[in-house]
């Protein structure tokens, strides 16, 4: 509990210190935003900062944070590492440079900006590799939550119609009329549960792994002939949401068109992403009292916790909140594993109409124009769906590489934002670093995971190569920019 305790206080020192350098670097002024200017009562609207903090919160976070890190934490207390300093140093910064430099350029999605800082022929790479990343992420928040739902009553396919016509609904309308009035409120009781187990875990004090006594692969030292991940890369894949997640930046576009004054970026966006990492931190703490808590782990006192250290993500939630919470646990625990997803979907699908809008120049304000760019995504998704449904491993293959595009996605948001450091004669360091890192991880684990090419040790020496002729790229690149601009 004392590396939970000090992970909890670098976060908050993390958003106090590091989160206003950031904020610095970057320089918000008082011109006018994009929810002003461009206002169109669809998807340009002011919102009230508070309600903007809390749908961004939720449109990033879903279940996220929760899966990721009981999945993370599987590889014992390193997980805090990767969440703090990842939140800190890459994800909130990422978050928050993503939002304002949307911004700045009139809310433009993600794959403008790509275009813009990193060349068309990358845009319209992007343009296809986030659109089908965002019908992936609408996919797999439809069967998740179908599932969830499946236990309590109803067939799946019922479950998946239903939330299939709450997507198109919350997709066509203005995102004051459901996103707005209903995301606060599941934000809400998402924090909450949060908080709940935090004030659980303060109250009873739980032996669980420290840092400085168990840093290695605990997952593989207690199933060595079974746990065949490493550290590296995988635990970088496997926490996303509660580190860092490209997929955040589809997310802040939709935010940043609804923003009064670009000086309330940083509670937004980066103290979003902070708070994120705080119930990533929780959860991550939860499951190690859970999988490793002493004297005898968490599953063996739980008597319905039947899967022992093979518990799935959703099981762990239910079996956490239940225990430790009670009635109310249980309630929050079906909003958690069922609401949230469920909003990262719909967002998901709005953020690929918009994004296909821009790229087409479609006008979003006629009814039609949105619906002849809904239908062929949901068409897709339905399709993408009927193989997960008849696959029997559909789900967890669309999941893996979900993981993975998640986090490529992020490399190529966090090289558009160096350029544009760079552009700017702003501190580009801030971004540097972790887009090489964020390189490192996403090639070696291309080339070394089972779910790819699996070439092991080779993997990491490929992976190596990649980073090395990143930093080749890059350095030649700022020669004849800085050439450029001398000129």
């Given at each position: 509990m004392i590396s939970f305790t000090l992970s909890l206080v670098a976060l908050v020192l993390g958003y106090l210190f590091y989160g206003r350098f950031v904020e610095r670097v970057f320089g918000p002024d008082n011109r006018v935003t994009p929810a002003v200017a461009k206002a169109d009562g669809l998807d340009y609207i002011v919102l009230p900062n508070w309600k903007i903090f809390m749908i961004q919160f939720l449109n990033i976070a879903g279940t996220g944070p929760i899966f990721g890190a009981i999945m993370g934490?599987?590889?014992?207390?390193?997980?805090?590492?990767?969440?703090?300093?990842?939140?800190?140093?890459?994800?909130?910064?990422?978050?928050?440079?993503?939002?304002?430099?949307?911004?700045?350029?009139?809310?433009?999605?993600?794959?403008?900006?790509?275009?813009?800082?990193l060349g068309t022929t990358t845009?319209?790479?992007?343009?296809?590799?986030?659109?089908?990343?965002?019908?992936?992420?609408?996919?797999?928040?439809?069967?998740?939550?179908?599932?969830?739902?499946?236990?309590?009553?109803g067939a799946t396919i019922m479950w998946v119609i239903i939330i299939f016509c709450y997507y198109i609904i919350a997709t066509m309308l203005p995102i004051d009329k459901i996103i707005g009035k209903v995301y606060?409120?599941?934000?809400?009781?998402?924090?909450?549960?949060?908080?709940?187990?935090?004030?659980?875990?303060?109250?009873?004090?739980?032996?669980?792994?420290?840092?400085?006594?168990?840093?290695?692969?605990?997952?593989?030292?207690?199933?060595p002939d079974k746990w065949t991940d490493q550290i590296f890369p995988a635990l970088f894949i496997t926490?996303?949401?509660?580190?860092?997640?490209?997929f955040h930046a589809t997310q802040t576009p939709l935010m940043a068109r609804c923003v009064k004054s670009e000086r309330m970026g940083r509670p937004i966006f980066y103290g979003a992403m902070i708070t994120e990492g705080v119930v990533a931190l929780i959860w991550a703490t939860v499951s190690a009292w859970f999988f490793y808590g002493?004297?005898?782990?968490?599953?063996t006192l739980i008597e319905a916790a039947s899967a022992g250290?093979?518990?799935?993500?959703?099981?762990?939630?239910?079996?956490?909140?239940n225990d430790w919470l009670g009635v109310a646990g249980a309630i929050l625990a079906m909003l958690g594993v069922v609401a949230a997803p469920i909003t990262s979907g719909d967002t998901a699908f709005r953020s690929g109409r918009l994004i296909v809008a821009e790229w087409l120049k479609m006008d979003q304000r006629p009814i039609v124009k949105r619906l002849m760019i809904c239908i062929p995504m949901f068409g897709c998704s339905i399709a993408m769906l009927i193989w997960q449904i008849e696959n029997p491993d559909g789900f967890n293959t669309?999941?893996?590489y979900f993981g993975w595009s998640n986090q490529a996605l992020s490399v190529f948001t966090l090289w558009t934002l160096t350029v544009y450091l760079v552009r700017q004669r702003k501190c580009f360091w801030i971004t540097l670093f972790p887009a090489l890192f964020m390189t490192f991880v996403c090639s070696t684990w291309l080339f070394v995971s089972k779910q790819a090419f699996e070439l092991g040790d080779t993997g990491y020496a490929i992976g190596l190569a990649c980073l090395c002729a990143a930093i080749a790229w890059f350095a030649l690149w700022y020669r004849k920019e800085r050439k450029t601009n001398n000129n």
């Open positions: 934490a599987k590889f014992g207390p390193v997980a805090y590492l990767w969440i703090v300093l990842g939140c800190i140093f890459a994800g909130a910064t990422h978050d928050y440079l993503s939002g304002m430099l949307s911004m700045r350029h009139d809310g433009a999605g993600l794959p403008q900006l790509i275009g813009k800082y845009k319209s790479v992007m343009l296809v590799f986030t659109v089908l990343l965002l019908i992936m992420v609408g996919t797999v928040f439809v069967y998740s939550p179908a599932e969830i739902l499946h236990s309590i009553g606060p409120l599941f934000a809400f009781s998402l924090l909450f549960m949060a908080a709940a187990l935090m004030v659980w875990l303060f109250l009873h004090w739980p032996t669980v792994p420290e840092l400085w006594t168990h840093f290695y692969n605990m997952g593989q030292a207690a199933e926490i996303a949401c509660g580190a860092i997640s490209g002493e004297p005898a782990p968490g599953y250290f093979h518990t799935s993500a959703p099981a762990v939630v239910n079996l956490i909140c669309i999941w893996q």
